[in-house]
Every structure is written in C-alpha cells, then in structure tokens.
C-alpha cells in the first residue's frame, strides 16, 4: 500500500503540472502585438503592447518557479526529504506537538529560503520593471519578519491545537478542530482589519469632503449603515489599487487604498464602494463564510479517516514518504498531496460562485448608482494594472475568481438598454 500512495501522489503532482502548462499556453495563444478592436476604447497600442509584455514575463517567471517547485517536491519524495526531517525531529523531542511544529518549522523555513530569491527578483525587478513597485528594501523585510511571526504565532497555534484535540478525542477530533477552526475563522472575518492590516499598513478614517459625502448619501440611501470608511496607505508597495469590504455587523468596514482616490474621480470611486456594498447586500461575504466553515468540516472529516491512532492508513501514508513510524504530521502531509485534485475541483466551484458574485455586485451598483461611472472605474483599474484582458476561457475557468473585463462591461451595458 505505501508505493501505491506514493505513486499515486506523484501521479497527482505530475497532472497538476502538465495541467498549469497546458493553461499557461492556451493562453500564450491569444497574445498578439496589435491592438485588438474590441481594446480599442480600452487601451492604447503603446499601453497594450506594454500589457502583454508585462502578461509574458509573469508567465515566464511562473513557469520557472513552478518548475522548480515541482522539482523540488519530486526530489522530495522519490529520495525521502520528509521521513529526513522527520527523522530529525525525533531525536530532539517525542511530544508529538513539538514534533509538528518542529516539522512544519522547518519546512516552511526551508521553502521560505528557497523562495525569498524569487520574490526579490518578483517584486524588485519584474514590478520595478514595469512600474509598480513602490516597496522598499527595508519594507519587504519587515514584510517577511512580521510574516514569520504571524506564521508561527496564527499557524503553529492551530497546528498545536488539532494535534491537541487528535491526542485526546482520538479519531473523532475532527468535530472539535471543526469548531475551533470555524470561530477562528469567523473572529478573524471580523477583526482581520483591526488586528492583522496595522501590523503591515496604516488605516486612516477617510476625511471629510466631497468623496465621504457622496459615499455616505450613498449608503443612506440604499440602507447600508456604514460607519467605517478607512484609507489604506497601499502606495507604500504598490502602484496597484484596490478596494475591500471586511467585517461583519458592526465591525464592518470600506477600506479604499490610496492609489485608487489617487487615480479615480469621486463618481468613479462611488461607484466601486457601490459595488463593494453589493457584495454585502447580496449577503456574499455571509455565504462564502458558510461554504468555507462547510468546506473544512468536509476536509476534516476526510482527513480524520486517513488519519487514525495505530492504523494501518496512518503507517502507510508515513512509509510512503519514506518514514518507518507512523505521525501526525506526516500523514497531514500525504493528506494534503492526496487531497489537492478534490481541492481543485472545489476551487473551479467556488471561482464559479465568485465570478456570479461579481456579476451581481456590478449590477448592484449598476441599478443603484452609476452604469457608466463603475465602467470607468473597471477601465482604469485594468490599465492600470496591465491587466490582461483578453485570456484563454479555459483560463478563466480554472483561475478566475473575476469576471474577465470584457464580459462585465457587456453585462453593465446591457443594462442600460
């Protein structure tokens, strides 16, 4: 049974592989130098050219780090890194918390060491490139110390928490790490902005004006009470602008990055909060959160059958990575390989529910404020961002949690017949 894990882990590895370079060239295929006629009133030829140059050096670099990703994971399992570290770690602690954390520790530093090259050429060469970066040396390690911290703190403390919960309810500890992990996930949905964003940006009320007025007369009139509109000091990394809703009831909050008041007229800028509110209107953020709290009973309850105290799954899933003796970390490992083609498919769902959102959203804000002005708003925030506005369906389908341009703009046209 463990060569036939390991084999079908390595099957599911190479699917996945061959699978993203097979979309990464169906996309190539709709690149073209000469400004399509359905762009025109988008893009410049200038400003398109630049899009596309800037869509193929992402795909490359993609390319490369998947590759070596892939790589590295093979080597990994055919010549037995896992049962190494896991080796490594037995002989300074048989606590299987400690056991975990060490395991996961090291890991996630290696591959964070491995991979802090790559987000330095990413961000210093490819972004300054093309002109987004505004991220400096000292920031982005500040980034990666805070991350650390974070990753221990949030990370090692739910992974001591489900170790925990498996040592003393034993095969049913799925129940109880379900509903840990769903107030978890319910606190950090509320407080995420006030305790998480601060530690990375600065958050400042939105100040009185016109863009407040009309975002307030806004919310009044649609009946979305809003207290909290904040600014997000995003130019601090990034040229690139956004726009979120976060919280739930009263801690619900607009944040607006900087750049986009920056680039963005107040009717523009109306009208993308509008969108925003959508969302909440719709009760997406609400629904998500149920599907997500739905989705980790789900993956729990799986991993809870492959994962049993002295079992014959749990031996096999630690010997096929090259271990003797079977560990909860381990055989979380070999779940989380096995799982990915179900975890796939559940993505493509829940981009599908994404990309509908989206389509009600702009509607939303379509009926409710401004057709033309949330058109212009999603213009500039695609060339801006060189987005690439003409991918591959197949693309789409597997990676898009949007709408491509294209399409919202035709389903905000329509409206207005």
Known sequence: MPTTILIIILVILIFNYILERVLDYLNSTLWTNELPSELSDIYDAEKYSKSQDYE???????????????????????????????????????????????FFGILGLASDILSTPFSIYSTFVIEEKFGFNRTSPKTFMLDKIKGWFLGALIGGGLLSLIVWLFEIAGNYFWVL????????????NMFYSTLIVPLFNKQTPLEDGELRGSIEDFAKRVG?????????????????????????GAKKR??????????????????????EVGHYKKKHTTKGMIFSIIQSGIMLFLLSLFIQKDSVISLSLAQALGAENASFHLGILAFGLLYSPLSLIIGIGMNIESRRNEFQADRFAGENFNISALQGALKKLSVNHLSNLRPHPAFVFFYYSHPPLLKRLNALGKLKE
């Open 56 to 102: 193929k050096v992402n795909q490359r670099f993609s390319i490369i780090t998947g590759t070596l990703s892939f790589v590295a994971m093979l080597l990994m399992l055919i010549f037995g890194g896992f049962a190494f570290v896991d080796h490594f770690v037995r002989e300074y602690t048989v606590n299987p918390i400690l056991m975990a954390l060490m």
């Open 224 to 248: 979305f009470k809003l207290d909290n509109i904040f600014v997000i000091d995003g130019s601090k990394r990034s040229k690139k602008a956004n726009a979120y809703f976060s919280g739930l």
């Open 177 to 188: 790490a379900w509903v840990a992990l769903s107030i978890f996930m319910v606190f950090m």
């Open 254 to 275: 607009i944040v607006l990055y900087d750049t986009l008041i920056k680039d963005h007229t107040t009717n523009e800028l109306v009208a993308v909060l509008a969108h």
